[in-house]
């Protein structure tokens, strides 16, 4: 479980809590491994509220092996693994003329 909490900042009345996931995001295209990071609804929602100066509470379970780093205080829980998501893309061009970003 990770917990935060960032200072208001001044005349500011915007606040939030995230509760949500963070994981591992593993990046493929046709078949190969291109990127591994962090994700999850957790990580994502943070930046954008870091980025809009709104201060929030984040609430968010992690396992032992979670790979990263954070500057939030992490509570780990060592029965399961962190949820690893996959996101597969290919080069090939559909009929229409589309390809995977």
């Not at 500011?12 to 990127?35: E, F």
């Amino acid at each position: 479980m990770v917990r935060d909490t960032k200072a208001p900042h001044q005349n500011s009345n915007l606040r939030g809590l995230i509760v949500g996931n963070y994981c591992h995001d593993i990046l493929m295209r046709d078949g190969l491994v291109v990127d591994e990071t962090l994700g999850g609804v957790a990580y994502f929602i943070s930046v954008v509220l870091d980025i809009l100066s709104i201060s929030f509470r984040l609430i968010s379970k992690v396992e032992s092996d979670f790979a990263y780093s954070m500057t939030h205080h992490l509570i780990l829980v060592p029965t399961s693994k962190t949820t690893l998501f996959h996101a597969y893309f290919d080069s090939k061009v559909d009929a229409i003329g589309h390809q995977d970003r």
